[in-house]
């Protein structure tokens, strides 16, 4: 090798070693997997996608969901037809302003239909990503009472592992991961037997794990759980969703008083990144979070802080808007929070005006979604 061919080689080296030498406490390893691997697909209503058919991403919404009761009833006697046409004119709008895919994240609990999630999605020709997963209690029930408090993991485990390799109920799509939730006041015993249900399904499949978790101590907890089962966070990927609810907060909840924890939530937000966690803002521009936690700029702020600690990588946005709910009657969509899918397209806007880089809108409107959420088929029992 000639002499400046190896000076060459060595000042590269130096340089490589002086970087990881001097990065930034908080700064991630830059190898950190924050995508899956094999053959990565985007599974939808339309069919697996490659990343350059997605376009750009609702992250976090939904088409169809009953709350209320933690059993629901009127969620059967809905029909395709009437939800799309309630819904046609929000899709048909989110579509005209760059909608490529759909993230529909309503799982087992809450008076889920996928089938006519699919209809809805087949009708207005946006694929459409489903999941699977089961949400916290009392939501751990729709049409089979029960079963999952008698489930053993390993009957769980088959009931994920059936949906992200056949399909989700009996659409025949698979589901593009996994959705839990779990209390604010701590994990259940049967919700900690779901998560580790969910760890099970994710080893096999190398799916993602999201969870609705509103308090950061929960958060934290449900990570340390992860570690414990064998899901460790720098191989398989977390996302907290509603992180914006601990972002806000002066800190976690004490037991018998009004106050909270000394750290400020802002410190769980980064504890969570900096082990590996997605972090999912999530109620931006929605009339239900309202300007409290849904105000764009103090979304942007929240954004260019994890962009400053180095975790731009790590950020999902989203609305959390929708939806379809049959237990408020009387109105086509007629929940308290309906709201149509615009706002997340809003504050993409809002922030080019504000100067943020079109690279960093592209990775919030599509890159992080994606390597978030892609995932390779999977093959076995």
């Not at 130096?14 to 908080?26: D, M, T």
């Not at 049967?190 to 999201?210: F, M, N, P």
């Not at 942007?300 to 975790?311: E, K, P």
């Amino acid at each position: 090798m000639k002499r400046a061919s190896v000076i060459a080689l060595v000042m590269f080296l130096v340089l490589s070693l002086a970087v990881v030498a001097y990065a930034k406490p908080g700064t991630p390893v830059p190898d950190r997997p924050h995508q899956g691997v094999g053959n990565l697909k985007f599974f939808t209503t339309a069919g697996p996608l490659d990343e350059d058919e997605v376009g750009n991403v609702l992250a976090h919404h939904h088409m169809f969901v009953e709350l209320g009761d933690a059993t629901p009833d009127d969620y059967l006697t809905s029909t395709p037809e009437e939800v799309y046409d309630a819904l046609e004119p929000w899709l048909t709008e989110a579509k005209a302003l760059g909608a490529g895919t759909f993230v529909e994240l309503t799982p087992f609990g809450v008076g889920r239909r996928p089938d006519i999630v699919k209809y809805v999605a087949d009708m207005a020709e946006l694929p459409t990503m489903l999941v699977t997963g089961i949400y916290r209690e009392p939501f751990v029930t729709d049409d089979r009472p029960g079963w999952v408090y008698n489930a053993t993991v390993d009957e769980i485990a088959e009931f994920m592992w059936d949906e992200l390799k056949y399909g989700v109920g009996d659409t025949g799509v698979p589901a593009g991961f996994i959705k839990l939730s779990q209390n604010e006041t701590g994990m259940t015993l049967t919700e900690r037997k779901i998560l580790e249900a969910a760890c099970v399904v994710a080893q096999k499949s190398g799916a993602t794990i999201a969870s609705h978790i509103t308090a950061g101590p929960t958060a934290l907890s449900v990570m340390d759980a992860l570690e414990g089962f064998g899901c460790d966070l720098d191989k398989y990927r977390f996302v907290w969703i509603h992180a914006q609810v601990t972002a806000k907060a002066d800190g976690g909840k004490l037991e018998g008083t009004w106050g909270t924890g000394y750290e400020p939530g802002w410190e769980y937000i980064l504890e969570a990144a900096e082990r590996g966690a997605y972090i999912g803002l999530d109620g931006i521009g929605s009339g239900f979070w309202s300007d409290f936690y849904g105000a764009f700029d103090l979304n942007l702020g929240w954004i260019m802080d994890l962009v400053a600690a180095g975790y731009e990588d790590q950020i999902i946005i989203g609305a959390d808007t929708g939806w379809y709910d049959p237990g408020y009657p009387g109105a086509e969509v007629s929940w308290p929070g309906s709201q149509d899918y615009n706002s997340i397209f809003e504050f993409a806007d809002w922030m080019d005006g504000e100067g943020v880089s079109p690279e960093l809108i592209e990775k919030l409107m599509h890159g992080n979604p994606w390597n978030a959420y892609s995932r390779a088929p999977v093959h076995g029992k």
